[in-house]
């Protein structure tokens, strides 16, 4: 509403009237005016109310100032014109001006003319919060009036003419805050009541905290308006005022100033305040960024109470409609496909704490970058660049990189991860271009989780930079809590070391090392790199040591020999050599396996069994056609499945075998050319269960000889007690041994550590490990009978690969076979031994049911498709029962087609069934 003046006016003529907008009130008698003409900064006008006093509102002290109170009903009389008149249309007249300072003085009325308005004066008089003047007014007729209207206040003892508790209506300012963040901390990032007092700009605002009347500055968080720069004077300079400054500052005061709001104190900046500004209608950040007046700021909008999308989907409406600020914003973000902007993939290397290797649906790798964070480096102490220790190993000696990989190769490797590429960093002199994405795992953020631990920092980037990760925000909350924890990085104190002997192609070192491994037996590693299909380089942690280790019992083609800068191999490679490298580097680069080193060879290479989720990895390259069985696999205990696997590989002409043709044609065993399957139910009881889902079953039949046998041996034990200490147990013994029932048992010897023996109950199945004395020689003719616990697996089904889920099977195929007598059928003869069915004994054969179908029908066991005719009709339906649990999300299906990863950083909780 424009300010409306009349004509001068003549003597004997009405009052004139302005109108206008009631922008501040100052005190109880005084207000400021705004108008709203077309174009141009809107004129302002002081008016204080004639023939009145309020009482004075304190004062903060400054230079020779000194600090002053309020006198009683001071913030009631402001108060009660703040919320009567503020953002209100109003009329006014102004009744005579005083010379010396410029000050005016008249009548002021709530509404749209002085007839039917509310006389704002009267109001004040009538709730006792001002006191007449008898000079001031012109005409005795409005003295009269408001004396009258005193005196009833008075009577009433409204307001400041109350006889008792005037020092109540007196406030207790804090001026300054002696400790910012303590209030912070005190309030918890809950909403305060506040009246905003001062818009400094647009993003810049000083407010009284209610009740406690804490006057702060406040910074709004997250965003940053245009300011003002000030003169020596300390007053805006238009010279060198950002552009919109102005706009934005008014944008600002005509929603908030002396508005009532809600604040969150969210954090401190040189002791200014940082936090939220909600008003009734909104956030005020937001509103700003929405209509151009604003910009995100990365420095504050991690703080923001309720999280940063809504700001930042406000900046970018206003980028996209160009809007004030960003008339000439052009984005820098790359241009691309839907199809290449996201896609998926799975991880197959950690390259380093901030890169992985992506396999692609068509079999191709992708190196991509976690966009917009920074591993951990070493810091810059000023040494010359490049200056390192001799031997430096980044991953071993930059503090908390080898944990930022570990946290990676763990959660991420073999997992299929969801992909969005945020930018593509250019190439330059020294670096390549870059493929900067976010990488998701169940929804989770991988970035976010890594910078969560403190195991990376997040980029600062340029204001007008695009460049950035979509999910920015969330990186920077993350690393500001990692920071307040002291969580990697971020704890100065205690940063890790890692001392780690590499071994490789040190023979003297080697040799050192060689009795430490042997005494080991099965020892867990981490494959770090793999140099062909039967050599991998393999930390030890327990050791602590890198070695250079090569698989035993077989001959793997070699590959091509890599030259520098990718140029082509210095020699050629054996057929299939380059196939068994990447089959290798597929199943086992940077996956946890088991080791037992037997021998080294003469450059301090050691040799030995290398075992991936429980299965000797030798086999499984025969298996694959990629190797062959080597002479020095006879003396092994794994030969004979080595054997089986070759066997298996030739008949289908796999990969080396592709060739070969069979110098003696032997007729083939009635059972492998039978098309129907062959079933001869043995009633059996299982007895024991292993990790790795083999178990060990009893025939029913059997019974009552092994109860005899049994008590035969421990009568002659007991009759003829053996010499404590006179039996040194060797490995592949057969010995009894008491167990920890008391009892004596027939064992085989299966390792001697020092005084500790691992034994195997040959009549349960079960293990343990003993001591020494605790086993005696059996006397022949209790060794001579064969065992009476018989190891088989599962036909036809396969084991999933989480830890995890493996355990779930394995507790579910004990529960469904705890002390049940249940019918077995050796269906083929596997690579560990024979394949069985398991079914329940129920009289009624309709009744029986498939232990193995029922945990793959369960979500809980996978499918092993076989080529057996015969098998045809079981497999079909074994895999109709996983069809099932996948279409119902059951157990190892619960998140599609295998994903294994349930760990509590990446959001997956195991679901329970």
Request: hydrophobic share 35%.
């Amino acid at each position: 509403m424009s300010i409306q003046q009349q004509p001068a006016p003549q003597e004997k003529q009405p009052p004139q009237y302005f109108k206008g907008i009631v922008k501040l009130v100052l005190s109880g008698d005084s207000v400021i005016i705004r108008g709203q003409p077309k174009g141009g900064p809107p004129p302002e006008r002081q008016l204080n109310l004639s023939g009145i006093n309020a009482p004075r509102s304190g004062r903060r002290a400054g230079g020779s100032a000194e600090e002053t109170k309020d006198e009683p009903f001071a913030w009631d009389a402001r108060e009660y014109l703040r919320k009567k008149l503020i953002g209100k249309e109003v009329v006014f007249t102004v009744e005579y001006k005083v010379p010396s300072s410029g000050r005016e003085y008249g009548f002021l009325y709530l509404g749209k003319d002085a007839t039917s308005g509310e006389n704002i004066i009267e109001s004040l008089v009538s709730e006792g919060l001002v006191t007449v003047r008898q000079e001031g007014i012109r005409g005795s007729t409005e003295l009269a009036r408001l004396a009258e209207l005193e005196s009833a206040a008075k009577a009433s003892g409204k307001g400041k003419w109350a006889s008792t508790g005037l020092q109540e209506h007196v406030r207790d300012i804090k001026w300054v805050a002696e400790n910012p963040r303590q209030l912070v901390d005190k309030f918890k990032g809950k909403p305060v009541q506040a009246v905003v007092e001062h818009v400094r700009d647009g993003s810049t605002i000083r407010a009284f905290l209610l009740p406690d009347f804490y006057h702060i500055t406040l910074m709004v968080s997250g965003i940053r308006c245009p300011g003002f720069k000030l003169d020596s004077e300390g007053k805006p300079d238009p010279t060198t005022t950002e552009p919109l400054a102005e706009e934005a500052k008014f944008f600002t005061e005509t929603r908030l100033l002396q508005r009532d709001v809600q604040i969150v104190l969210e954090s401190v900046n040189n002791n200014n305040f940082v936090g939220s500004v909600i008003h009734p209608n909104g956030n005020i950040a937001e509103l700003l960024l929405r209509d151009g007046f604003a910009r995100c700021v990365d420095w504050s909008i991690a703080l923001v109470t309720g999280g940063a999308e809504k700001l930042r989907a406000a900046e970018k409406a206003a980028k996209e409609k160009k809007l004030r600020i960003w008339k000439d914003y052009v984005s820098s973000a790359p241009q691309l496909s839907a199809k290449e902007k996201q896609f998926n993939g799975k991880v197959v290397e950690i390259v380093n704490a901030d890169s992985i290797m992506i396999k692609l649906h068509d079999g191709s790798t992708r190196k991509i970058f976690l966009a917009s964070i920074r591993p951990p480096r070493l810091e810059d102490k000023g040494e010359e660049k490049g200056e390192k220790k001799k031997g430096f190993r980044p991953l071993y000696d930059i503090p908390w990189l080898y944990e930022a990989r570990e946290f990676l190769r763990k959660k991420l490797i073999d997992k299929r991860v969801d992909i969005t590429v945020d930018y593509v960093q250019p190439a330059s002199a020294n670096y390549p271009e870059k493929t900067c994405c976010t990488v998701l795992i169940g929804g989770a953020n991988v970035a976010e989780a890594l910078v969560s631990k403190g195991y990376a920092t997040v980029i600062r980037y340029r204001q007008d930079d695009d460049q950035r990760s979509s999910r920015y925000d969330e990186l920077l909350a993350a690393e500001m809590k990692a920071s307040k924890t002291s969580k990697g990085v971020h704890d100065k104190k205690e940063a890790p070391t890692h001392r780690v002997a590499d071994l490789s192609g040190d023979l003297a070192k080697s040799k050192q090392f060689l009795p430490f491994l042997q005494r080991a037996g099965r020892s867990e590693a981490v494959v770090e790199f793999v140099a062909s299909g039967s050599r991998l380089r393999l930390y030890i942690p327990r050791e602590t040591c890198l070695i250079t280790f090569l698989l035993a019992g077989i001959s793997c083609p070699r590959g091509a020999r890599p030259n520098l800068n990718g140029a082509p191999g210095v020699q050629d490679g054996e057929p299939f050599g380059d196939a068994a490298l990447l089959f290798t580097k597929e199943h086992c680069l940077q996956r946890e396996v088991e080791i037992e080193v037997e021998s080294m060879d003469k450059g301090g290479n050691f040799i030995g069994w290398l075992w991936l989720d429980n299965q000797n990895y030798s086999v499984k390259l025969v298996e694959e056609g990629l190797a062959s069985v080597h002479f020095t696999a006879e003396r092994s205990v794994h030969y004979r499945a080595m054997q089986i696997a070759e066997e298996n590989a030739k008949a289908r002409k796999l990969k080396i075998w592709a060739n070969y043709v069979e110098k003696e044609v032997k007729a083939a065993p009635e059972e492998e050319i039978a098309t129907e399957r062959k079933t001869n139910y043995q009633a059996v009881v299982v007895t024991e269960v292993t990790p790795e889902l083999r178990f060990f079953v009893q025939k029913v039949d059997l019974g009552q000889a092994l109860e005899q046998l049994m008590n035969q041996l421990r009568q002659e034990l007991n009759t003829n007690p053996p010499l404590a200490g006179a039996y040194v147990p060797k490995k592949g013994d057969i010995c009894a041994a008491k167990f920890s029932d008391g009892e004596w048992y027939r064992a085989r010897v299966e390792k001697v550590v020092g005084n500790q023996v691992n034994l195997l109950y040959i009549d349960y199945g079960n293990r343990e490990v003993s001591i020494a004395v605790k086993c005696v020689s059996i006397p022949a003719v209790y060794a001579g009978p064969t065992a009476f616990a018989h190891e088989y697996s599962l036909a036809c089904a396969a084991l999933p690969k989480d830890p995890e889920d493996i355990q779930e099977v394995v507790t579910a195929f004990g529960e469904d076979t705890n002390g049940r007598q249940l019918l077995l059928n050796v269906e083929y003869k596997g690579v560990n031994g024979d394949c069985v069915t398991l079914i329940t004994n129920e009289t009624d054969s309709s009744q029986r049911k498939d232990i193995a179908r029922e945990l793959i029908s369960d979500g809980l066991l996978c499918v092993e498709t076989r080529r057996e005719k015969r098998l045809l009709k079981l497999v079909n339906d074994y895999i109709a029962a996983q069809d099932a649990a996948k279409k119902r999300h059951l157990n190892i299906w619960r998140y599609g087609d295998i994903t294994e990863d349930d760990a509590n950083e990446f959001g997956l909780g195991k679901r329970k069934i």
